[in-house]
Structure formats: structure tokens, C-alpha cells
């Protein structure tokens, strides 16, 4: 799939790598007023994530672990980490769970998000238990 990633590469070989990331349903076009406000200073590489603008879509659905996977795999592959990450929307959320995960650790140097998507967190049974109780309690005095 890394081999099909379209992306838009600008500004000088040698300037410090940003990596942007556009959010659901959209591409690296909506990036672009950010990459051409960049790339006279940094190297900046704005991705179609898969399923998205000239990049096609994975074999099959994919979820946030995917996404990172395949942004890591970009990294690794055609940048220096760490990378500056300016994420929207689902690509901030990408960011986030990347910078969560130790397994990404050093990807990032820093990150600059533009209304991210947010990530649940792993939540135990009794919150969902507190929640269905306060529900049913709350119910009678709903209108």
C-alpha cells in the first residue's frame, strides 16, 4: 500500500520535515494553502492518506491503528524522524494515537493539531454500568 501513498513534496532537501495530514472524506489539496505557506523553509510532505484524493483506498476498512501504521511506514521510508505532524480533523487523530503509542515513539517532534478528531479511551465495564444506571435513573424525569 506505501508504494500507491500519493503525496505532494516541497521546499529545500535540507529543511526541517513537516509531514501533513488531512481529516476524513478530504486530501492533501485542503493541506496545500499550509504546505505552500512551509515550504519555503521546510520539507514538507503533504500525503493522501488511503482511500483519499489520488491515494486508493486499503483492500479493506481500515481504522486508526492501520492509518498509523502507514504514515510510520512513510516516515521511515521518505523522511527524516522526527517529523513535525500538522494533523486535521482524522489526521490530528492519527497523530494523537501515534503519540500514545510506544511504538511510535520518536516519530514526532512535535505536533500541531487543527480540530482533531478525538480517541476513546479504553474504558472498564463499570463506566458503562454508572452510565446505563444514571440513564435509567434520568429517564422518568425527561421530557
Known amino acids: 500500500m506505501l508504494d500507491s501513498v500519493h503525496a505532494e513534496v516541497t521546499g529545500p532537501e535540507t529543511g526541517a520535515p513537516v509531514l501533513l495530514l488531512h481529516g476524513w472524506g478530504s486530501s492533501a489539496q485542503l493541506m496545500r494553502p499550509i504546505a505552500e505557506a512551509l515550504n519555503d523553509t521546510f520539507r514538507v510532505h503533504n500525503v493522501d492518506l488511503p482511500g483519499h484524493g489520488q491515494t486508493p483506498a486499503p483492500p479493506e476498512a481500515w481504522g486508526v491503528p492501520e492509518?498509523?501504521?502507514?504514515?510510520?511506514?512513510?516516515?521511515?521510508?521518505?523522511?527524516?524522524?522526527?517529523?513535525?505532524?500538522?494533523?486535521?480533523?482524522?489526521?490530528?487523530?492519527?497523530?494523537?494515537?501515534?503519540?500514545?503509542?510506544?511504538?511510535?515513539?520518536?516519530?514526532?517532534?512535535?505536533?500541531?493539531?487543527?480540530?482533531?478528531?478525538?480517541?476513546?479511551?479504553?474504558?472498564?465495564?463499570?463506566?458503562?454500568?454508572?452510565?446505563?444506571?444514571a440513564k435509567t435513573l434520568k429517564a422518568p424525569f425527561v421530557w
Open 67 to 133: 492509518y498509523a501504521a502507514l504514515v510510520q511506514a512513510y516516515v521511515s521510508r521518505y523522511m527524516d524522524a522526527p517529523v513535525t505532524l500538522v494533523g486535521h480533523s482524522n489526521g490530528g487523530r492519527i497523530g494523537l494515537y501515534m503519540s500514545s503509542e510506544p511504538a511510535y515513539e520518536g516519530t514526532f517532534s512535535r505536533l500541531v493539531l487543527v480540530s482533531p478528531s478525538g480517541i476513546t479511551p479504553p474504558r472498564p465495564a463499570s463506566y458503562y454500568i454508572k452510565t446505563a444506571v
